[in-house]
């Protein structure tokens, strides 16, 4: 029922939770794939060179962390786990994966935090609750 699943998260604890949430979920199905998605807001280009380069390296460096404790998180499934780090709006980036990768299900956490640039703050899940092209589990 959910082979493709698409966990979006941000490192705060809802997204934590979210991703224990999304292990259990691949391990019941017997899920074929978690898809894990950081996405982070771009950094303005007023910032000009080094600062820019600087900035980004930082939200790089923090979104890989990130990346690496959601997986732990997850832990053991019978799938692959695959990644995918992306600039730009976050309730967009994750409706647009979940569009491209045929995703049966997103998994994300009610609250994000304001890291990398207000990753899944305010209405985000509520975006992706409105558009998404499949159910959305949200984890509190």
Known sequence: MFGKIL????????????AKVAGDLAR???SEMVRIVVAYSPIPP?????????ALDARLKEAEEIL????KA???IPGEIHTEL??????????????????????M???????????????????????????VLIVR
């Open 7 to 18: 966990l979006a998260v941000d490192g705060s604890d809802h997204a934590i939770h979210s």
């Open 68 to 71: 690496q404790a959601s997986i």
């Open 86 to 107: 992306l600039e730009g709006s976050p309730a967009e980036a994750i409706i647009e994966v979940a569009n491209t990768r045929h995703s049966d299900v997103i998994v």
């Open 109 to 135: 956490g009610s609250r994000g935090m304001s890291t990398l640039g207000g990753l899944l703050l305010g209405s985000t899940s509520q975006k992706v609750v409105s558009h998404a092209p499949c159910p």
């Open 46 to 54: 007023f910032l000009g060179e080094p600062n820019m380069q600087i």
């Open 28 to 30: 019941t199905m017997k």
């Open 74 to 76: 997850v832990g053991e």
